[in-house]
């Protein structure tokens, strides 16, 4: 077998209505000419190499994916790599997100993968996309028993997606810290990544009477405040 | 021509007589030539009166007798009169006298105004400002020209008005109202109506006038206790100025119900509890400061506040507190003023809004049909009881909620419960009796040294009372073991026994207070000049909670309706812009509420998942069904 493989994905999960984010799509995933296609069996031996006799790779079997793709467990390229595997929980890869997911990213092996980082990493400056995995964090760091993330989670997920690119994001920090909420609630976390992109940083465009969530509302209040003192 | 007294005059009539066969043959008949008396004029205008000196001294003199008069001398008004119709006649009085004569009336008032608002106080200044525009109109009737009154009045008004209106009313107005001055404010409106921008400017000052003083008779928590009666005498006195000093002007009459309305509502809530409470004290017995008719007024008076109020629903649920006590305490003054009252809160407020409060009288009604077959049916019994009972049976709902309270009561009343139990569950199978002892009241039966002596008292007082046909001394311990009384209850009841005014318990030791370990017996030496004795129940501090749960609750339903209201405008338009539904919300929600506390609670319901926020446009809901 050789030259070029139809990269053509497979159809929209029939769930796709249900879930908040966009299901991920692989854009240049081409071979290069030479190199073996995809195997499913090597993907799953692959996965076991990871879950060992178990259906889930866990918190031990992802250190060592870690360690052997060469990435931090805390790097957002982890989020990204989630995303695209539609993992539901963090910390764990099942086999089926895995099956599916590495299908997608045609890979099977750590080589492969890590050939594939730069292209994570191009991911994330596609704002459509950004946000889509933004949404996806929500649910994949949420607690499953808790309608909402609680704080602490929040704040460190959102240091994660955000610090690099919302100048205000120290601040708003700042006013999580001294606030009394003890969790973020789904609604609360999207209209975080909208005022983030949105709303200048002197807050000057930011309209009280509109829909923006109590929260926030409360943000700008206590920002300004500060600012006059 | 009309006649006027001045010597030219004279001399011309006398050479026109002279010459009058001239005058009405020749002349008359050659119309190029002017009539003697034509001639005679034109000849005195010319040679006379045009003359530049002898003009000027004229006017001179005449200005200066007008401003002698005009500081208080007399001067010979009809020699003023003689010389101006002179020059009227001569038709140079516009010329030579009345622009000259409106300069300097311009700077006399001008001056005067400026000083006079300086040294003179408001009232007074009215009074003066008055007293000139009656000056200048009489010196028109009596020596002017007729066409100097427009520009002579609207000088003096722009001078000593225009100029000045708002110094006047910053200066003078609140203390007119203040200190009630209607003639001065009758006059103040007279004046005003006069000069252009006159009225807008004290329809502003008024306004602003009744939101500040109102303002402080709402926004004083230390004189809370007055607001109401404050709030009615003060829309009296407003009434009467508006009706009285202010010609029943629509405009103001209007201005006075928003500033109303404003200052009202600045405080939320508390007004509405004291009107409620207000009310109550009106309708409870024992007021005896108001006849029928008096009371009705006064009822349709409050109907007038509350119609300001934007919270009725803080006013229903303290109405309907306090009206429950007094239908279950039999302390309602007159079941008319009630049922009055009643009828016009449903006008004001809609059928909605009185449906419980109705409900209440309707139980009353019903409980008195129960009690007369309860009697008949108890008659019939075999061991009849030696107490009698009343029972008012309460719709839950309709009645404000009571927490539920434990007591042991003694087995002979707990026996005729289960009768009344019986008999009531016999014709009304699957209702559920819940007792509400803390609604209990009695009359006991009782004999002092004194002699024989029936006391009114609560149930919780009966049950302390009672323990003393068994024993001679308890301590509080004992009492609140036996009774099972709530404690802060207990103590309050103790104490209106023992340290109230009908002292019918000793408390050892004594003092105000009942403290662990006091101990009470029963006070044989008990004297009392009625047969019957009221003792109340010591109502204190609980008041304090009862008000605070009393709003508690308001705002819990608030919420829910703020809820349902969401909910049910969402369903019907599916998805719909943030700032159409809040209006929506504010259309429909009768009551006060802030837009952040609208956000809070749209935000639970996307919690709850009753609506979702569109992917795309945040400010944008989806009813999720």
Redesign the interface.
């Known amino acids: 077998a050789s030259g070029v493989q139809d990269n053509s994905l497979p159809d929209s999960n029939p769930n796709y209505k249900s879930i908040?984010f966009t299901r991920p799509q692989i854009r240049g995933s081409r071979l290069i000419s030479g190199e073996k296609p995809f195997s499913n069996k090597k993907c799953l031996a692959w996965f076991h190499e990871y879950a060992g006799p178990d259906d889930v790779v866990g918190p031990e079997g992802m250190e060592k994916f870690c360690e052997d793709i060469g990435v931090e467990p805390e790097n957002i390229i982890m989020l990204v790599l989630a995303w695209l595997l539609e993992a539901a929980s963090m910390g764990f890869f099942t086999k089926e997100e895995w099956l599916r997911g590495m299908t997608l990213l045609q890979c099977d092996c750590t080589e492969r993968l890590r050939s594939k980082m730069d292209y994570l990493r191009c991911e994330l400056n596609d704002s459509a996309v950004f946000k889509n995995i933004y949404r996806y964090a929500f649910d994949f760091a949420r607690d499953k028993s808790q309608?909402?993330l609680d704080m602490d989670t929040a704040k460190s997920m959102l240091a994660l997606l955000l610090e690099r690119s919302w100048p205000l994001f120290p601040v708003f920090q700042q006013f999580l810290e001294q606030s009394k909420y003890k969790g973020m609630?789904?609604?609360?976390w999207?209209?975080v990544l909208?005022f983030s992109r949105t709303i200048k940083e002197d807050l000057s465009n930011y309209d009280e009477?509109?829909?923006?969530?109590?929260l926030l509302?409360e943000f700008v209040e206590w920002q300004k405040a500060r600012s006059v003192s | 021509h009309q006649f006027r007294e001045y010597p030219f005059l004279c001399e011309t009539i006398m050479i026109r007589s002279i010459f009058l066969f001239l005058d009405r043959t020749y002349v008359l008949q050659n119309s190029l030539l002017p009539s003697i008396w034509d001639t005679g004029l034109e000849l005195f205008r010319t040679h006379i009166v045009n003359d530049s000196g002898v003009q000027k001294r004229t006017v001179d003199g005449i200005l200066e007798q007008i401003e002698l008069e005009r500081n208080g001398e007399t001067v010979d008004r009809s020699l003023l009169r003689s010389l101006l119709g002179m020059l009227s006649d001569l038709q140079v009085y516009k010329d030579s006298f009345e622009e000259r004569f409106l300069v300097e009336t311009n700077r006399l008032y001008a001056a005067e105004g400026q000083r006079l608002m300086q040294e003179r106080d408001v009232p007074e200044y009215l009074h003066h400002v008055a007293h000139r525009l009656e000056e200048e109109n009489d010196r028109v009737m009596s020596y002017l020209d007729q066409s100097t009154q427009k520009p002579l009045i609207n000088c003096v008004e722009k001078q000593l008005l225009g100029e000045h209106m708002t110094a006047i009313l910053q200066k003078g107005l609140s203390t007119l109202l203040d200190e009630n001055r209607v003639t001065e404010l009758a006059l103040l409106y007279q004046l005003f109506s006069k000069v252009k921008g006159g009225l807008p400017t004290l329809l502003q000052f008024w306004r602003d006038y009744i939101k500040t003083f109102g303002g402080e008779i709402v926004g004083t928590p230390e004189k809370d206790k007055d607001m109401v009666q404050d709030l009615l005498d003060f829309k009296d006195k407003m009434d009467n100025v508006a009706q009285g000093c202010f010609a029943r002007n629509e405009s103001f009459i209007n201005a006075m119900k928003e500033a109303f309305e404003t200052f009202i509502n600045k405080r939320p809530n508390k007004p509405a509890e004291l009107i409620a409470k207000y009310v109550d004290s009106k309708l409870r017995a024992g007021n005896k400061e108001a006849t029928e008719e008096e009371l009705e007024r006064i009822l349709d008076k409050i109907m007038i506040i509350f119609r300001f109020i934007h919270g009725k629903d803080v006013f229903e649920a303290f109405y309907k507190k306090d009206l429950a006590k007094r239908l279950l305490v039999g302390k309602s003054a007159s079941v008319d003023a009630e049922k009055s009252m009643l009828s016009k809160l449903k006008h004001e407020c809609g059928a909605a809004f009185t449906s419980k409060l109705e409900g209440m009288f309707k139980d009353m009604e019903l409980s008195k049909d129960i009690m007369i077959q309860f009697k008949q049916y108890t008659q019939n019994q075999s061991e009849p009881s030696n107490i009698e009972l009343t029972v008012n049976i309460l719709t839950m709902g309709y009645w404000p909620s009571y927490t539920p309270m434990e007591v042991h009561l003694p087995a002979e009343m707990v026996k005729l419960q289960e009768v009344f139990k019986l008999f009531y569950l016999g014709k009304h199978s699957g209702r559920k009796l819940q007792w509400q002892p803390t609604l209990g009241h009695a009359v006991l039966k009782t004999e002092f040294k004194e002699g024989k002596k029936e006391l009114q008292v609560s149930l919780f007082q009966t049950l302390v009372l009672l323990m003393f046909n068994e024993g001679e001394e308890f301590s509080v311990e004992e009492i609140r073991t036996a009774t099972g009384i709530e404690e802060g209850e207990l103590r309050r009841t103790l104490q209106s026994l023992a340290c109230g005014k009908a002292r019918v318990l000793n408390k050892n030791p004594r003092g105000k207070d009942v403290e662990d370990g006091d101990r009470f017996n029963f006070n044989n030496d008990f004297k009392h000049k009625l047969f019957r004795i009221k003792i109340n129940q010591i109502q204190m501090k609980e008041t304090v909670e009862e008000q605070v749960s009393t709003t508690e609750r308001v705002f819990q339903d608030r919420q829910y309706q703020i809820d349902a209201a969401v909910v049910r405008i969402m369903k019907m338009r599916k998805t719909l812009?943030?700032?159409l539904l809040?209006s929506e919300l504010y259309n429909q929600l009768k009551f006060p509420v802030k837009?952040?506390d609208l956000?809070?609670r749209?935000?639970s319901l996307?919690?709850r998942d009753y609506m979702e926020?569109d992917?795309e446009t945040?400010?944008?809901?989806h009813y999720v069904a």
Not at chain 1, 185 to 188: G, P, R, S, V
Not at chain 2, 618 to 621: F, I, R, V
């Open positions: 908040f309608r909402s609630n789904k609604d609360q999207y209209n909208e009477d509109g829909a923006w969530p109590v509302d | 812009s943030h700032n809040v837009p952040g956000k809070k749209i935000e996307i919690d926020r992917k945040p400010n944008q809901y």
